[in-house]
C-alpha cells in the first residue's frame, strides 16, 4: 500500500494546501494530512481548530486522513507506514528550503521518499503566513481559503 504524508501546520489550511492534496490523492493509496506540533511557535488556531477545519475542508474524500503529530515528521511517517512525503512548492524559495529538507531527512530515512507538487501558478502567492497577516488586519481572505474553512476563521 502507498500512503504518503502530507505535513505542515496548516494554520490556516490556503486553497494552495487543498490543490496539493487533491492532486496527490490520486497517486497514493492512502494521505495523512498531517498537522506538525511546534510548541515552541505561537499559533493562530488550535491544533483542534484545525483538525476540525481540515475535517470539513476534506469531508468527501475517504483516502484522506487527518492527525495531529509532535517529533521527527520522518518517525511520524513511520509511525503511520507512510513511505512518501509530499512537500507542496510555490517558488525557487520553497525548493530551495524544501530541497534541504528532504535531502536531511533522506539521510535520516532513506527508505522515505519526497515527493515535490508544484503550486498551481494562481496559487503560487498564497501562503497561511501572508492569510494570518491578512486576517490580522481585518481584511477579506475568501479568495485564499477554502469556502468550508471560514467558518473556523
Given amino acids: 500500500?502507498?500512503?504518503?504524508?502530507?505535513?505542515?501546520?496548516f494554520d490556516p489550511v490556503t486553497k494552495a494546501?487543498?490543490?496539493?492534496?487533491k492532486r496527490?490523492?490520486?497517486?497514493?493509496?492512502?494521505?495523512?494530512i498531517g498537522i506538525g506540533v511546534n510548541s515552541s511557535k505561537q499559533s493562530f488556531l488550535s491544533i483542534e481548530k484545525r483538525q476540525e477545519m481540515l475535517r470539513a475542508v476534506f469531508a468527501d474524500q475517504s483516502k484522506i486522513h487527518i492527525v495531529?503529530?509532535?517529533g521527527l515528521t520522518v518517525?511520524?511517517?513511520?509511525?503511520?507506514?507512510?513511505?512518501?512525503?509530499?512537500?507542496g512548492i510555490r517558488t525557487v524559495s520553497d525548493f530551495e528550503y524544501e530541497k534541504a529538507i528532504a535531502q536531511m531527512n533522506h539521510t535520516l530515512?532513506?527508505?522515505?521518499?519526497?515527493?515535490?507538487?508544484?503550486s498551481k501558478p494562481g496559487h503560487s502567492a498564497i501562503s497561511s503566513t501572508i492569510v494570518r497577516d491578512v486576517l490580522r488586519?481585518?481584511?477579506?481572505?475568501?479568495?485564499?481559503?477554502?469556502?468550508?474553512?471560514?467558518?473556523f476563521l
Avoid: T, W
Fill in 1 to 9: 500500500m502507498n500512503i504518503a504524508l502530507f505535513p505542515g501546520s
Fill in 24 to 32: 496527490s490523492v490520486g497517486l497514493f493509496d492512502k494521505v495523512y
Fill in 68 to 70: 495531529a503529530y509532535e
Fill in 109 to 118: 530515512a532513506p527508505d522515505i521518499e519526497s515527493i515535490f507538487i508544484v
Fill in 17 to 21: 494546501h487543498v490543490d496539493i492534496v
Fill in 75 to 87: 518517525d511520524f511517517c513511520r509511525s503511520i507506514d507512510a513511505n512518501y512525503m509530499i512537500r
Fill in 137 to 151: 488586519h481585518g481584511g477579506d481572505v475568501s479568495q485564499f481559503i477554502p469556502k468550508e474553512a471560514l467558518a
